[in-house]
């Protein structure tokens, strides 16, 4: 059975801060790891993947995440935080690839002037 | 690229009637379409996987007949909401796939309260 487990569900930092979402997952079988981003009201748009290639993942917008087998994580990060950042993030897991992707409950990502 | 998008971004009914949301994959052709549904300050939870031509396979606990799912074309899913009622109140969100495999592409959603 595969799930996700997105530690804190709100999350604030300053503007020009670093960010770190934090997601740990469970799988019986090598898993496909996704981020998503929804701003208010929008659905979702993906951040960026991991399918078994590289262990860290460059996304968009400055995003990136590392793939740690051993602590069964794939912490999402970035630098810098920016304003525009500020939105829900989800971290989701398959073990099929791409399709039936079981989500974590989302972290809500607040970034303060 | 990759563009779905959602039909009604908004929609308030009155209870007993039934409601159809579209989702269209603009510029590819999606062989498999996805719905969610996502409540208050939760996360996404799969209600029924569509294939192009085919039944869609629905989650446990999610009626059918309740939700009804069409999948015609390579571009257009559709989701009935059947005489709906109050806590059918939801955000709905459709995701599409070229291939399965593929990553999902979501649409917008949409918000439907039922009155």
């Known amino acids: 059975a595969q799930s996700v487990t997105q530690l804190g569900s709100h999350v604030s930092v300053s503007e020009g801060a670093l960010v770190l979402l934090r997601c740990n997952y469970s799988?019986?079988?090598?898993?496909?790891l996704f981020w998503y981003v929804q701003y208010p009201n929008q659905g979702l748009q993906l951040l960026l993947k991991?399918?078994?290639?590289?262990?860290l993942v460059k996304g968009i917008n400055g995003f990136e995440a590392e793939f740690k087998k051993s602590e069964t994580s794939f912490h999402l990060t970035k630098p810098s935080a920016h304003m525009s950042d500020a939105a829900e993030y989800f971290c989701?897991?398959?073990?099929?690839?791409?399709?039936?992707?079981?989500f974590g409950t989302g972290t809500r990502l607040t970034v303060i002037p | 690229g990759a563009v779905v998008s959602q039909h009604p971004s908004w929609v308030i009914c009155k209870s007993g009637t039934s409601v159809k949301i579209e989702c269209r994959s603009l510029?590819?052709?999606?062989?498999?379409m996805f719905w969610y549904r996502q409540f208050p300050k939760q996360s996404l939870m799969l209600m029924a996987t569509?294939?192009?031509?085919?039944?869609?396979?629905?989650e446990q606990g999610v009626e059918k007949d309740k939700f009804l799912i069409n999948h015609a074309s390579l571009t257009l899913s559709t989701l009935t909401v059947t005489s709906a009622h109050p806590e059918d109140s939801s955000f709905y969100i459709c995701?599409?796939?070229?291939?399965?495999?593929?990553?999902?592409?979501f649409g917008d959603g949409t918000r439907l309260s039922i009155l």
């Open positions: 995701s599409a796939a070229e291939d399965p495999g593929q990553p999902q592409h």
């Open positions: 799988s019986s079988v090598p898993p496909y």
């Open positions: 989701a897991v398959s073990e099929t690839g791409a399709n039936n992707l079981f």
């Open positions: 569509s294939n192009e031509g085919s039944k869609a396979t629905y």
């Open positions: 991991y399918t078994s290639a590289a262990t």
């Open positions: 510029d590819f052709q999606a062989t498999t």
